[in-house]
């Protein structure tokens, strides 16, 4: 089983390098606080609190932890690729852990998190653009794309040179598809739309990562 | 998602009720939210009421919780089904995240996790557990082996809770599902097993009416008061 993702335009794939961790271990390249929390009125439960434990795997110790979507903002971007408006689960190596300037942090892929272990070009599933004759092709440039057949596939991924998003998880079954990132939920026909309106010889490729083994979190 | 499981021991409907969630999930126990250790503490979020153009899908959780898992396992007790992570999340509801006694505490699932919307059982279809007895049998009756073959149940259910969950089923468990089913036939011999169903709300099946009044849906506080609620300060995973 494979993550399909679009890599539209120029200066993409050095995004998706930076959604791939080789190995299992995630590049850690941005620091983000654990300390989070946001007091509200003194009688109200403060707005949010960063979430963290420490737990033994193959020998490591390793750090789950969620944060708050607010903080991953302000530290990460807005490119992150998280799910905005509540804490966002990630993990790491103790190693990447650290009390700087009295505050505990940890260090974290450049957008927060991984998809998976590797990603290639070299078809590992059927192709998923559609272009305006009907045919599957690795890739295709805007002019000759069809959209909505295309964005029936469902890619997984969609890359631009500044930043991932991500399809919703499909078990929500009850919500119109969207992709997400840090900076908000885009529904699919939004997607449709903008992609109409790039460059008509903006190119777009399909690639293909391997996943995680396992979901390490929730 | 639809599934079959073994309970041992006398009928307990609350146990059951607390396992599934068709109007909203039960909300059994208070656990304090904030908990903090050596190796790791609990956080939250307080959901914007419309954090997206979708709000009109969303559910009506207002406050994802997040607990370190050793906690919860040691808050709720073994019968909790929890995940293998370091940090246990799930939504609660707004009314259900008060200040009580002066800590902030939600009140969540007896065992974390829900495992469908409904539970039913005595189908005669496939209602017996025993190669020769209908509807239910006992410690000392049942053909296990042939009974775990026919249903393949992903869930145990001991006198006290749950025992084994696997909802995933993608790596054999066979052996860790015997392994907690085997302290289970060490109950006197004439300790009733049922089979119980357990899944979606929109089966339209007559025996579900019953379920529905139960009065344990209710969750009224009275109904399920934890015997004691130890606090936040007395959590010592090592100990």
Redesign the interface.
């Known amino acids: 089983m494979f993550l399909t993702a679009w890599l539209i335009g120029d200066g993409s794939e050095s995004v998706l390098d930076g959604l791939t961790a080789e190995g299992g271990y995630p590049t850690a390249e941005v620091w983000v606080s654990l300390d989070s929390i946001r007091a509200g009125h003194v009688s109200r439960l403060p707005t949010h609190r960063s979430a963290w434990a420490t737990r033994t795997a193959n020998g490591q110790e390793w750090v789950d932890f969620a944060i708050p979507a607010q903080t991953v903002i302000h530290d990460v971007g807005r490119h992150a690729l998280i799910d905005p408006g509540t804490l966002a689960y990630g993990c790491a190596l103790a190693t990447n852990i650290e009390e700087r300037d009295g505050a505990l942090m940890v260090k974290v892929p450049r957008y927060f998190t991984t998809v998976g272990t590797a990603w290639t070009y070299q078809p590992l599933g059927p192709e998923s653009l559609i272009t305006m004759c009907g045919q599957p092709r690795v890739w295709t440039t805007v002019k000759h794309l069809n959209v909505r057949a295309s964005m029936s596939r469902h890619p997984d991924l969609l890359i631009e040179a500044c930043g991932p998003r991500r399809l919703s998880p499909r078990s929500e079954s009850h919500r119109p598809d969207y992709y997400y990132n840090a900076a908000g939920r885009t529904p699919q026909s939004s997607i449709e739309r903008e992609l109409g309106l790039l460059h008509p010889n903006t190119v777009i490729r399909c690639a293909w990562i391997t996943p995680h083994s396992t979901e390490v979190w929730l | 998602m639809n599934l079959d499981g073994f309970v041992f021991g006398p009928e307990d409907r609350r146990m059951l009720a607390s396992l599934t969630h068709s109007e909203g999930v039960p909300a059994d126990v208070w656990v304090p939210?904030d908990v903090h250790h050596a190796?790791?503490?609990?956080?939250?979020?307080?959901?914007?009421r419309h954090?997206?153009?979708?709000a009109a899908?969303?559910d009506k959780s207002d406050?994802?919780c997040?607990?370190?898992?050793?906690f919860l396992r040691w808050y709720l007790g073994r019968h909790a089904l929890l995940?293998d992570?370091?940090?246990?999340?799930r939504d609660v509801t707004r009314r259900y995240?008060k200040?009580r006694e002066g800590i902030?505490q939600a009140k969540i699932p007896r065992f974390f996790t829900t495992v469908a919307e409904v539970w039913w059982s005595d189908f005669g279809f496939h209602s017996s557990l025993s190669t020769d007895v209908a509807e239910r049998t006992q410690v000392g009756r049942i053909d296990l082996v042939a009974n775990l073959a026919k249903y393949n149940p992903l869930l145990i259910v001991g006198p006290n809770g749950p025992v084994f969950y696997e909802p995933g089923a993608e790596e054999d468990f066979t052996s860790r599902r015997r392994a907690a089913i085997e302290p289970l036939m060490r109950l006197p011999p004439r300790t009733p097993v049922r089979l119980i169903h357990f899944g979606e709300r929109d089966n339209d099946y007559s025996a579900l009416d019953e379920w529905y009044a139960d009065p344990y849906r209710r969750h009224d506080d009275s109904l399920w008061p934890p015997a004691s609620e130890p606090m936040a300060r007395d959590w010592n995973p090592g100990g």
Not at chain 2, 51 to 54: D, E, L, M, N
Not at chain 2, 66 to 70: C, D, E, N
């Open positions: 939210l190796s790791g503490r609990s956080g939250w979020h307080v959901v914007p954090p997206s153009p979708f899908f969303e406050v994802h997040v607990w370190p898992t050793p995940p992570a370091a940090l246990c999340g995240v200040k902030w």
